[in-house]
């Protein structure tokens, strides 16, 4: 009997190939877009996903590939896991990631219960990372994909051993002009589809116009200030700003300011020319671990903080049940409170937690 698989079709060109390699692979597959939130007003305007055009792709793919496809709506559990979450993480001085939220909260776990209630073996995504199983450890790994370039293993830290068990990545091994030549050789409508860069819900990128609109709220100004205490200015509401921003502050000065931190109880914005944007120290929470159970006494590994960074070395250790504490060997510019920091052995993806 075929193994099956459902596979996530986004309506964008590395999940129809996905699915296209999957199928070729003999599996039994379903495709399956997830109405995750309506973003119809920026169909052609923006480079996001979860418009009715995607559907009408994924459609379409799924259509070529002969393959079963249906629309999945969650956008209320969407609105109450991800984005209340994004905009209590500004109010509060983070700056959130809910792409990673999103695969961890809803994507996958999501997906994989709707295979499981559909008969399914496998979730399938246009990912670019590996899954494997190490035979020695007894777990399934996450570990980066082929090409640098466009490696997502970053985004997907959270995944648990449940999901890894069931998920299949077959972009990891593939370059993206790999991936388009194989669109292209099978007609697919999305073969040179734009890629998705934006966030669904805030597709022009102004998210405190966004938390405004959301939330029927208006975020009080207060003063810039330097780190004793002299003011600068005055900030637009706290919502406006992230760790490290240089852009956007209107202040004259002969060296530029960046932010250096955010006083929630006074309502504060602190400014440096640089001064303070370096640490080499974080802690983080809420995390999830892959290649290992639990870290035991201080490892030594490398780890990175944002997407496009590049991992650096660093020592670390779990400081409780959910916690860790990372000490990088230099010091690092701008860690950002609500960001990511991801561990990694080699190419191989340890854990990660949110910066506390």
């Given at each position: 009997?075929?193994?099956?698989?459902?596979?996530?079709?986004?309506?964008?060109?590395?999940?129809?190939?996905?699915?296209?390699?999957?199928?070729?692979?003999?599996?039994?597959?379903?495709?399956?877009?997830?109405?995750?939130?309506?973003?119809?007003?920026?169909?052609?305007?923006?480079?996001?996903?979860?418009?009715?055009?995607?559907?009408?792709?994924?459609?379409?793919?799924?259509?070529?590939?002969?393959?079963?496809?249906?629309?999945?709506?969650?956008?209320?559990?969407?609105?109450?896991?991800?984005?209340?979450?994004?905009?209590?993480?500004?109010?509060?001085?983070?700056?959130?990631?809910?792409?990673?939220?999103?695969?961890?909260?809803?994507?996958?776990?999501?997906?994989?219960?709707?295979?499981?209630?559909?008969?399914?073996?496998?979730?399938?995504?246009?990912?670019?990372?590996?899954?494997?199983?190490?035979?020695?450890?007894?777990?399934?790994?996450?570990?980066?994909?082929?090409?640098?370039?466009?490696?997502?293993?970053?985004?997907?830290?959270g995944l648990t051993q449940d999901e890894l068990a069931h998920t299949l990545l077959p972009l990891g091994g593939l370059g993206k002009d790999?991936?388009?030549?194989?669109?292209?050789?099978?007609?697919?409508?999305?073969?040179?589809?734009?890629?998705?860069?934006?966030?669904?819900?805030?597709?022009?990128?102004?998210?405190?116009?966004?938390?405004?609109?959301?939330?029927?709220?208006?975020?009080?100004?207060?003063?810039?200030?330097?780190?004793?205490?002299?003011?600068?200015?005055?900030?637009?509401?706290?919502?406006?700003?992230?760790?490290?921003?240089?852009?956007?502050?209107?202040?004259?000065?002969?060296?530029?300011?960046?932010?250096?931190?955010?006083?929630?109880?006074?309502?504060?914005?602190?400014?440096?020319?640089?001064?303070?944007?370096?640490?080499?120290?974080?802690?983080?929470?809420?995390?999830?671990?892959?290649?290992?159970?639990?870290?035991?006494?201080?490892?030594?590994?490398?780890?990175?903080?944002?997407?496009?960074?590049?991992?650096?070395?660093?020592?670390?250790?779990?400081?409780?049940?959910?916690?860790?504490?990372?000490?990088?060997?230099?010091?690092?510019?701008?860690?950002?409170?609500?960001?990511?920091?991801?561990?990694?052995?080699?190419?191989?993806?340890?854990?990660?937690?949110t910066i506390d």
């Amino acid at each position: 009997m075929n193994k099956t698989a459902l596979i996530a079709m986004s309506g964008g060109v590395d999940s129809s190939v996905a699915a296209y390699l999957i199928k070729s692979e003999g599996y039994d597959c379903e495709g399956v877009t997830m109405r995750l939130f309506h973003n119809e007003e920026n169909v052609c305007n923006f480079k996001t996903c979860c418009s009715d055009k995607d559907v009408a792709d994924a459609r379409r793919v799924a259509g070529r590939l002969s393959i079963p496809y249906s629309v999945v709506n969650y956008m209320e559990d969407f609105d109450e896991k991800i984005i209340k979450k994004f905009v209590r993480t500004y109010e509060n001085g983070g700056t959130p990631n809910p792409c990673i939220d999103c695969n961890r909260y809803m994507k996958f776990k999501k997906l994989l219960d709707a295979a499981i209630s559909r008969g399914r073996d496998f979730i399938v995504t246009g990912h670019y990372a590996r899954r494997e199983f190490d035979e020695a450890k007894g777990r399934y790994i996450l570990k980066k994909g082929l090409d640098a370039a466009k490696d997502q293993s970053y985004v997907l830290y959270g995944l648990t051993q449940d999901e890894l068990a069931h998920t299949l990545l077959p972009l990891g091994g593939l370059g993206k002009d790999e991936v388009r030549k194989i669109a292209g050789e099978q007609e697919f409508i999305n073969a040179g589809k734009a890629e998705s860069q934006d966030i669904c819900f805030v597709p022009d990128g102004d998210y405190a116009s966004f938390i405004e609109r959301y939330t029927g709220r208006s975020y009080a100004p207060g003063d810039f200030v330097d780190h004793e205490g002299k003011l600068l200015g005055k900030h637009k509401g706290l919502i406006h700003y992230t760790i490290g921003q240089r852009k956007g502050l209107g202040i004259a000065a002969e060296s530029p300011y960046f932010v250096t931190g955010l006083d929630t109880k006074n309502n504060r914005v602190m400014l440096s020319h640089g001064e303070g944007l370096f640490s080499d120290t974080l802690t983080a929470s809420d995390i999830n671990l892959i290649s290992v159970p639990e870290i035991k006494g201080e490892i030594k590994c490398a780890a990175k903080v944002r997407y496009r960074q590049k991992e650096q070395p660093c020592s670390v250790i779990q400081t409780g049940p959910d916690s860790i504490k990372v000490v990088f060997d230099e010091p690092l510019r701008a860690i950002t409170k609500g960001q990511a920091v991801v561990l990694y052995d080699g190419d191989t993806v340890i854990g990660g937690g949110t910066i506390d």
